[in-house]
Nanobody
Framework: QVQLVESGGGLVQPGGSLRLSCAASGSIFSINGMGWYRQAPGKEREFVASITNSGRTNYADSVKGRFTISRDNAKNTVYLRMNSLKPEDTAVYYC???????????????WGQGTQVTVSS
């Protein structure tokens, strides 16, 4: 079993910054892509950012230039640095990862439990 645990959420004023972390643990042979999604109240979950195991990144248009995704492969951890936060960034943020638990298994997508980010004055 693979577990993803997010941390770093909280309440921040507009224009502020936060850094989210997501650590993968359990049965891990290798990790391919990692990423972040978010879900605001009454809305569907949406893509935020992703990063491949070689460091290639992709961002939603709404966060380009403000958010930065990175990863530490040695720690099986992905980060999301969020700057210039806006009230519309308020949501539960979920990390996901494509994990191969054993060498003879296919990659499986795992999700974290989510962490709340609230941007409000």
């Amino acid at each position: 079993q693979v577990q993803l645990v997010e941390s770093g959420g909280g309440l921040v004023q507009p224009g502020g910054s936060l850094r989210l972390s997501c650590a993968a643990s359990g049965s891990i042979f290798s990790i391919n892509g990692m990423g972040w999604y978010r879900q605001a109240p009454g809305k569907e979950r949406e893509f935020v950012a992703s990063i491949t195991n070689s460091g290639r990144t992709n961002y939603a248009d709404s966060v380009k230039g403000r958010f930065t995704i990175s990863r530490d492969n040695a720690k099986n951890t992905v980060y999301l640095r969020m700057n210039s936060l806006k009230p519309e960034d308020t949501a539960v943020y979920y990390c996901n990862a494509e994990v191969r638990p054993y060498s003879n298994y296919a990659y499986q997508r795992s999700w974290g439990q989510g962490t709340q980010v609230t941007v409000s004055s």
